[in-house]
């Protein structure tokens, strides 16, 4: 089993921040990708960012310049440090892991959700 957890939303003005937090615990053997994704009710499920173990990272044009995604691949934990917000960002984002697992299975990991609201 593994588990991602995440941490640091929750309301902010437009041109704030907030910097969000994903830990991955259980059965890792290791972690390739970690990634970002956001989604609004009634829309699909998109890309915020990705950052491999090497560290070469990937942003959607939206966020790029604003937004920075870092990891700490000792602690299997992975940032979102989100400047600049604006009201557009409002959405529930989740933690997504590519893990090879104790079995040497290989599942991608997703985290409950964390809600951020960007009030204008």
């Known amino acids: 089993q593994v588990q991602l957890v995440e941490s640091g939303g929750g309301l902010v003005q437009a041109g704030g921040s907030l910097r969000l937090s994903c830990a991955a615990s259980?059965?890792?053997?290791?972690?390739?990708?970690m990634g970002w994704y956001r989604q609004v009710p009634g829309q699909q499920r998109e890309l915020v960012a990705s950052i491999t173990s090497g560290g070469t990272t990937n942003y959607a044009d939206s966020v790029r310049g604003r937004f920075t995604i870092s990891r700490d691949n000792a602690e299997n934990t992975v940032y979102l440090q989100m400047n600049s917000l604006k009201p557009e960002d409002t959405a529930v984002y989740y933690c997504n892991a590519d893990v090879i697992d104790r079995r040497f299975y290989t599942m991608a990991a997703w985290g409950k959700g964390t809600l951020v609201t960007v009030s204008s």
């Open positions: 259980g059965s890792i053997v290791s972690i390739s990708r």
